[in-house]
T-cell receptor, first 118, second 113 residues
């Protein structure tokens, strides 16, 4: 299957600092990338959808000024958690799709980033 | 009511058993359906898509019931390596044309010797 690389796989940061997470599609052009957050024993919660070259669409309850998403190219999207707080500690996962039309095209996931804010 | 609901389990079964999971969805406009497998502290990996006519891939069978709004996953001849969390994913198109994937919280399966 296609490869999506997410970096870093884990990060520990101090409260109040910002953390950038990268999501790259290595062997296909991702027209759409999704960012999720997953708390222990909970479902993947969609945070936002980003399309290359346009602004991200944030889900209800997700602060766009706190979770900055940039999708500058067809192979790279970044999520920046600004002014991180301990409650932002979670598992953040991106996924990418190549096809805007076919609903049955799967999305491939990155390896996830485990963020711990201390 | 959550958009996608799954029994979290865990389902604890012996090797060789047959086990079935259900996933219900609330939005009748949902259009595509998938089952993913997620191992502990890892990303989800696609197990199979779910088609209206039902589909099978080796020991795994997926079915869709649009009238009752649920999908199912049947695993036959369970292996120890099947132990994982199984997530269902439901896709709909929001007004405006954006593709919205929603995941269930997953069902935990433990296969023991």
């Amino acid at each position: 299957g296609a490869v999506v690389s997410q970096h870093p796989s884990w990060v520990i940061c101090k409260s109040g600092t910002s953390v950038k997470i990268e999501c790259r599609s290595l062997d296909f052009q991702a027209t759409t990338m999704f960012w999720y957050r997953q708390f222990p024993k909970q479902s993947l919660m969609l945070m936002a959808t980003s399309n290359e070259g346009s602004k991200a669409t944030y889900e209800q309850g997700v602060e766009k000024d706190k979770f900055l998403i940039n999708h500058a190219s067809l192979t790279l999207s970044t999520l920046t958690v600004t002014s991180a707080h301990p409650e932002d500690s979670s598992f953040y996962i991106c996924s990418a799709r190549a096809d805007k039309v076919n609903l049955n095209t799967e999305a491939f996931f990155g390896q996830g980033t485990r963020l711990t804010v201390v | 009511r959550k958009e996608v609901e799954q029994d979290p389990g865990p389902f604890n079964v012996p090797e060789g058993a047959t086990v079935a999971f259900n996933c219900t969805y609330s939005n009748s406009a949902s259009q595509s359906f998938f089952w993913y497998r997620q191992d502990c502290r890892k990303e989800p990996k696609l197990l199979m898509s779910v088609y209206s006519s039902g589909n099978e891939d080796g020991r795994f069978t997926a079915q869709l019931n649009r009238a009752s709004q649920y999908i199912s996953l049947l695993i036959r001849d369970s292996k120890l390596s099947d132990s994982a969390t199984y997530l269902c994913a439901v896709i709909r198109i929001r007004s405006g044309g954006s593709y919205i994937p929603t995941f269930g919280r997953g069902t935990s399966l433990i296969v023991h010797p």
